[in-house]
Nanobody, 115 residues
């Protein structure tokens, strides 16, 4: 079965950068679309960025101009480059991949931004 594994989270100061990766393990399938979501304690999970057909992208207004989503289809891997990080970006970040109309989720990686 397919598993998605996030990496790259950690602690960073405000204004810093992190790059998150999400790679498939186990059975290799092609996901389309893929995306990144985040959830802070006591808050709903929200879409951060997604990448779909033709590598079209969508971003939450709160991260536009700071975050960039990209993917390597051959590796079934999605990346999230996060720049100019703010304390309000602190959350657990989850990757999602859709295959055959089913959404697969990673376990999440913690991103903490200190002021």
């Amino acid at each position: 079965q397919v598993h998605l594994v996030e990496s790259g989270g950690g602690l960073v100061q405000a204004g810093g950068s992190l790059r998150l990766s999400c790679a498939a393990s186990g059975t290799i399938i092609r996901f389309n679309p893929m995306g990144w979501y985040r959830q802070a304690p006591g808050k709903q999970r929200e879409l951060v960025a997604s990448i779909g057909s033709g590598d079209s992208t969508n971003y939450a207004d709160s991260v536009k101009g700071r975050f960039t989503i990209s993917r390597d289809n051959a590796k079934n891997t999605v990346y999230l480059q996060m720049n100019i990080l703010k304390p309000e970006d602190t959350a657990v970040y989850y990757c999602q991949g859709v295959h055959a109309f089913y959404a697969y989720w990673g376990q999440g990686t913690q991103v903490t931004v200190s002021s």
